[in-house]
Nanobody
Framework: QVQLVESGGGLVQAGGSLRLSCAAS????????MGWFRQAPGKEREFVAR????????YYADSVKGRFTISRDNAKNTVYLQMNSLKPEDTAVYYC????????????????WGQGTQVTVSS
């Protein structure tokens, strides 16, 4: 089992940057696929990015490709989401998720979730 705690959200102007962090408990962080998802008010939770256990492979939603970068530091039990060129439509609660098996874009495939961190982008 793993516990996840996100941080780094906040208010930023359009065009700005933020870096989200997700710290995981436990000694087996490197055995989990990690993902970032987001949920805007009145909308379903949507996939943002995912990264394999070793960090050697990543995948992004089309809406963030070229602007966001997911990375992980297995020695620090942390996954990051660097968000550049932010847009008002990026405003949402951002969640990190972990799963020992699935390398998927579906939120239903992830067993463990953090509590979320709010990102607000003003125009």
């Amino acid at each position: 089992q793993v516990q996840l705690v996100e941080s780094g959200g906040g208010l930023v102007q359009a065009g700005g940057s933020l870096r989200l962090s997700c710290a995981a408990s436990g000694r087996t962080f490197s055995s989990y696929v990690m993902g970032w998802f987001r949920q805007a008010p009145g909308k379903e939770r949507e996939f943002v990015a995912r990264i394999k256990r070793s960090g050697g492979s990543t995948y992004y939603a089309d809406s963030v490709k070229g602007r966001f970068t997911i990375s992980r530091d297995n020695a620090k039990n942390t996954v990051y989401l660097q968000m550049n060129s932010l847009k008002p439509e990026d405003t949402a609660v951002y969640y990190c998720a972990a799963d020992p098996l699935s390398y998927s874009s579906s939120p239903n495939a992830y067993a463990y979730w953090g509590q979320g961190t709010q990102v607000t982008v003003s125009s």
